[in-house]
């Protein structure tokens, strides 16, 4: 009897320590996040893993809607917040600091996932946050996934190939390196 219990203890270690290193290995805890790996590991990623998805901006100010493939030749970083996230609300002073320091190089579109546009609009205003910000479509959820943890961000080059999927909140110095690589 005594044995029976040891092999099912030893198995249940062993394979809580598999699941352990794999959350480790994929990134799964705010770590930069290979799209290829991610496919495999079944996590919600972009439809095409090569091109961008081609998916109409449409700023929350007055600026006009776009599509993402008219910003082809320039880098881009698409992050998806919240108003209620505080990682989010630690990142963006990181992303206009960049923003500006790349501007004409790398364009920066926030997605929020809130539910009211409205409080978004008064959080930007009160912020001021100067790249383009958007809501949330159907259309950004279909071609970027469900993106489960706020803050998430996707790299793009700029011939329009996605680069990375990051989750989790980043430092200056990371975005920095970030918009560096897409810049190029």
Known sequence: MKSKKWVRILTLVFLTSLLVVGVFKLG??????????AAIAGKNTPQNLGQAPDILVTPLDSREPFKLSSLKGKGVIINFW?????????EMPHLVAMSKKYSGK???????????????KAFLKKQ??????????DEAIRYFGN??????TFAIN??????QRIEGYKDEAFFDSLFEEVSR
């Open 82 to 90: 919240a108003t209620w996230c505080p990682p989010c609300k630690l």
């Open 128 to 137: 001021r946050i100067p790249y383009v910000v958007m809501m949330n479509t």
């Open 158 to 163: 700029k011939d329009g190939k996605l680069l």
């Open 28 to 37: 799964f805890l705010g770590q930069k996040v290979d799209l290829e790996t």
């Open 106 to 120: 790398v364009v920066v579109v926030g997605i929020s996932v809130d539910d009211e546009a409205d409080e978004v």
């Open 147 to 152: 993106v489960s943890a706020v803050p998430t």
